[in-house]
């Protein structure tokens, strides 16, 4: 399905399209992820000992019933429906993780004014990539994402797009808002000024880099790099400018002590995106240079991670994103304008 699925009304009524739509697919991807985290024993241990359900009432209340909807048009269990929406919070959780290292963002104010970025995951997600619009009234996000999980990234037809980084090594809490409902929560803000606002306001479950770019509050062009963890957020470039990001953090001292890094290739990257990044002008640009090592992964039998897809946000006096369903490199770039959809 290359083509966004389109799901509309209230929180509710959104989650029982997807799930009904997507029920083969949840099923497949739900199996591969429980297993991988050790069986059903292991997820329930997991939730058990955390608040992740609380702090999305709490936070993004209208997200949680779209959840609830989806379990149950898909007709899961809804705890493992939620440890897959609990991906990055699994990462630090798991003694058998470790460090992870997923995605590079960069970030233009243009004009065009552009943000895109690789979404690097387990290769047992390959299969699940789907892009999916939301609608309601006034508004409409697309995410690129995996069958049954809220959203990895997306635009609005608000005028912004979001991308994200993992940050692994910063401190975390099993009391935050998760990093999905963090984006989805961001997306679905009024403007770009409003979306880093909600970023810097809510507690956050898990370290991670959050690059807002689009129209802010007055109208004008914003650029935002907002590095959090649970102790709190900061800036990790200036605003309005242009930047780039890996799977370190640029500004924060917010680091766990325990998470020690593992070999990383994340500096390297971070140079790519530095040098390379400059010269960066236009959405072909971007996708280009998101399609080619170190930034693209590709697949290979001896790598378990891999770029689970890609996009580029494009905005003009309307909202284009660009997305691949897999390595951008071996994968079809497809377009969708972000609108406000009534079908």
């Not at 985290?37 to 779209?66: K, S, W, Y």
């Not at 005028?159 to 994200?164: E, I, N, P, R, S």
Request: with cysteine; charged share 20%; aromatic share 4%.
């Amino acid at each position: 399905m290359s083509e966004p699925l389109v799901v509309t009304g209230d929180g509710r009524a959104r989650g029982l399209a997807q799930g009904e739509h997507l029920r083969e697919a949840i099923h497949e991807v739900l199996e591969r992820v429980i297993d991988s985290m050790g069986g059903p024993a292991q997820v329930e241990a997991f939730l058990e000992n955390t608040r992740f359900r609380e702090a999305i009432a709490t936070h993004t209340p209208d997200l949680l019933a779209e959840f609830d909807g989806i379990a149950a048009g898909a007709g899961v269990p809804t705890n493992h429906l939620l440890a897959h929406n609990l991906m990055d919070e699994h990462w630090w959780w798991s003694e058998t993780q470790g460090n992870r290292e997923a995605c590079s963002t960069l970030a233009t104010p243009g004009p065009p004014a552009l943000v895109g970025q690789t979404m690097d995951l387990d290769r047992l997600l390959d299969g699940s990539q789907r892009a999916i619009t939301h609608s309601t009234t006034g508004s409409s996000v697309t995410v690129l994402t995996s069958a049954g999980l809220v959203g990895l990234c997306g635009a609005s037809s608000a005028g912004f797009g979001l991308c994200v980084n993992a940050l692994t090594t910063l401190e975390h809490s099993g009391s935050g808002l998760p990093v999905a409902f963090v984006i989805r929560g961001a997306l679905a803000q009024p403007n770009a000024d409003a979306a880093a606002e909600f970023i810097r306001s809510v507690p956050h479950a898990s370290g991670q880099h959050y690059a807002i770019v689009g129209r802010g509050r007055s109208g004008n062009t914003v650029t935002s790099s907002v590095e959090c963890s649970a102790f709190g957020t900061i800036a990790s470039a200036e605003p309005g400018s242009r930047f780039g990001h890996a799977n370190h953090p640029l500004a924060t001292a917010d680091v766990d002590p325990a998470m020690i890094p593992a070999e990383s290739r994340s500096e390297l990257r971070q140079s790519v995106l530095d040098v390379a990044g400059s010269e960066v002008t236009t959405a072909d640009d971007l996708a280009e240079l998101l399609s080619v090592s170190p930034l693209c992964l590709t697949r290979r039998d001896d790598h378990e991670w891999f770029t689970f897809g890609a996009i580029v946000v494009e905005i003009n006096d309307v909202v284009t994103m660009r997305y691949t369903l897999g390595p951008p490199d071996a994968e079809q770039w497809h377009s969708t304008v972000v609108e406000i959809s009534l079908r």
